[in-house]
């Protein structure tokens, strides 16, 4: 049955959010039709159990909760009562009507109260441990009554903080950054992903997390024992890893991978030992035409924003998102799609 779902996606930033719902649906091979998206909701509709919305709640990194729309109200008592009595819900136990308020304007109680009068009428409440949340999302244009199938636990991303994990660097990526850039390379459990730059290992661990298999290589020893370790901790046993320059990547795999995901180094690293930066994007973006599959992608991080200028012909820039690292530092990450 063809239903309609909503994601309430972080602000932070709305575009990295989308595009991470939509490669996780392509990348399971779900057809869906995106109704609407903006930096509050992202609303799709397709025909997928509540057990697969799970299975992409613990992908997802930038969205807090995935519900099934039940309707669309304006900012009016009387038209989101008339929604809800004209929208009625399964019974399917104890009931709590739950709310989350994104408009600095809009009052949220009395929608709450509202909505809770017309489906708590003849319903066991329970408010700490209920089995069913209906849940609004009050937006300053909207809002969106939806039956709540789960929430993402986005506390496990900040559990495994860079400087939580034994092996740490400041280069590393925030997990919920490096998870998302996984998602966006549309990989499945049954994908090979590769990092050349793996540094302390943080995309490699989101996507060993994933049960994704994991390839990692580094120019430096010491990061890729750091990646070793790190990946063991979390109990991460699987996977291959080489200490070898960019160029020399291919020589080490034995088939072409499914996906890049990386992050290329900046422009200070004593790794460079004095090559120029651009010099070392071009070798990178030969190297990664060179083991990536026919028609896969290539999520690519790196301190410029025009890094497409330097990609290989057969590489196709796609999109680029701009991603605050750290408080002063702007990364651009970037997608690319190998010719087919
Ligand atoms: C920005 S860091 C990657 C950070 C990583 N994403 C993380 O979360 O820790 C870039 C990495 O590229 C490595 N590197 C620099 N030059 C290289 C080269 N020519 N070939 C392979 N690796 C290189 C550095 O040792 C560094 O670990």
């Given amino acids: 049955m063809i239903r309609e779902f909503i994601f309430d996606v972080s602000k932070e930033y709305p575009l990295l959010a989308r595009d991470e719902i939509i490669s996780c649906f392509k990348s399971e ?45 304006k900012h009016s008592i009387e038209f989101i009562k008339e929604q809800a009595r004209s929208h009625s819900i399964e019974d399917k136990g104890r009931l709590a009507v739950q709310y989350k308020n994104r408009s600095d304007t809009v009052e949220s109680k009395s929608f709450v109260h509202a909505v809770a009068d017309v489906y708590t009428a003849s319903r066991l409440v329970d408010l700490s441990k209920p089995d069913q949340i209906i849940h609004l999302l009050i937006t ?23 400087h939580l994990r034994p092996f740490f660097s400041p280069i590393s990526l925030h997990p919920k ?35 994704i298999s994991i390839i990692g290589s580094d120019i430096s020893e010491k990061m890729v024992k ?8 979390y109990n991460i046993n699987s996977f291959n890893m080489f200490i070898c320059d960019i160029s020399d990547i ?23 030992q004095g090559e120029p930066l651009e010099e070392l994007y071009q070798r990178s973006f030969h190297s990664i035409q060179s083991v990536l599959k026919p028609g896969k992608k290539a999520v690519i991080g790196s301190a410029i924003k025009h890094i497409d200028k330097h990609a290989t012909s057969g590489l196709k820039h796609i999109l680029s998102y701009p991603l605050r690292v750290h408080q002063s530092l702007t990364r651009y990450f970037h997608v ?3 010719a087919p």
């Fill in 250 to 272: 291919s020589n080490h795999l034995l088939n072409p991978v499914d996906a890049v995901v990386t992050d290329f180094p900046y422009g200070k690293s004593t790794s460079l």
């Fill in 177 to 211: 950054i490096a998870r998302a850039l996984v998602n966006l390379s549309q990989v499945n459990d049954q994908d090979t992903i590769l990092d050349p730059f793996c540094g302390t290992g943080g995309i490699l661990l989101e996507a060993g997390l994933m049960n």
């Fill in 140 to 162: 300053p244009n909207n809002i969106f009554v939806s039956e709540q199938i789960v929430q993402v636990d986005r506390s496990v991303f900040e559990r495994r903080k860079a």
């Fill in 226 to 233: 750091g990646t070793q370790r790190n990946l063991s901790e």
């Fill in 29 to 73: 091979g779900i057809q869906f039709e995106l109704i609407k998206s903006n930096e509050d909701v992202l609303i799709l509709k397709a025909d997928v159990s509540n057990e697969i919305i799970c299975d992409i709640a613990s992908r997802v990194s930038m969205s807090f909760s995935i519900g099934e729309l039940l309707f669309t109200s």
């Fill in 336 to 338: 690319f799609q190998k």
